[in-house]
């Protein structure tokens, strides 16, 4: 059965400062695996996407993740945080257990951006 | 293009009260689902459906049911609502149930079971 793991309820950085989001995953196939951002009272977003190709995934509005397979981990990053990108940011696997994609959520991490 | 829309937005029921929350997407998509959210919990998927005539349950179906009768359409009808049901309630499309698809998500609709 496939999980996935947010390391960080929360998460508090300055703006112009380095964003970390950290993910950890479970999976018994090849997982495909993504990142959804959700501002306030609004649906998610996709952010980016891995699917077996490039380790490194570029994603909207500068955020980038890396796929380790030896530590089972896709954490998001982001050079340098704005105010805009305070929001609710969901990691998500999918892998073909039991013949179908079903994905599954992490509880979310909160990004908060302090001026 | 609207994508996907919901309806309503907000919603209060009693306890007991049946109801059917609509979703509707015009993008052609095979896959649709319905998610919940709850504090802490991330999204939980209720049912999905793979293509008109063809639904599944999802991990927290109980209480819920759903039907595709259109490509177009994939309402969640809530039989006798409970205070455990509310909740956001997400509806999502994509292309298909494959490993790679984005899912499109619809902007929500709050409901409160008093």
């Known amino acids: 059965a496939q999980s996935v793991t947010q390391l960080d309820s929360h998460v508090s950085v300055s703006e112009g400062t380095p964003v970390l989001l950290r993910c950890n995953y479970s999976?018994?196939?090849?997982?495909?695996l993504f990142w959804y951002v959700q501002h306030p009272n609004k649906g998610l977003q996709l952010l980016l996407k891995?699917?077996?190709?490039?380790?490194l995934v570029k994603g909207i509005n500068g955020f980038e993740a890396e796929f380790k397979k030896s530590e089972t981990s896709f954490h998001l990053t982001k050079p340098s945080a704005h105010m805009s990108d305070a929001a609710e940011y969901f990691c998500?696997?999918?892998?073909?257990?039991?013949?179908?994609?079903?994905?599954?959520f992490g509880r979310g991490t909160s990004l908060i951006v302090h001026p | 293009n609207a994508g996907v829309t919901q309806t309503p937005k907000f919603q209060v029921l009693k306890t007991g009260q049946s109801m059917t929350l609509q979703c509707a997407q015009d993008?052609?998509?095979?896959?649709m689902s319905w998610y919940r959210q709850d504090p802490g919990m991330g999204l939980r998927l209720i049912h999905y459906?793979?293509?008109?005539?063809?639904?599944d349950q999802g991990e927290v179906p109980n209480g819920y049911n759903v039907s595709r009768s259109t490509t177009e359409d994939f309402p969640l009808r809530l039989l006798s609502a409970a205070p455990s049901q509310t909740s956001v309630y997400f509806c999502?499309?994509?292309?298909?149930?494959?490993?790679?698809?984005?899912?499109?998500f619809g902007p929500g609709t709050r409901l409160t079971v008093l």
């Open positions: 999502a499309s994509s292309p298909s149930g494959g490993d790679n698809n984005e899912q499109f």
């Open positions: 999976s018994s196939y090849s997982p495909s």
């Open positions: 891995y699917t077996s190709a490039a380790t």
């Open positions: 998500v696997v999918s892998d073909q257990a039991g013949g179908s994609y079903i994905p599954t």
């Open positions: 993008m052609n998509h095979e896959y």
């Open positions: 459906s793979v293509g008109a005539g063809i639904t």
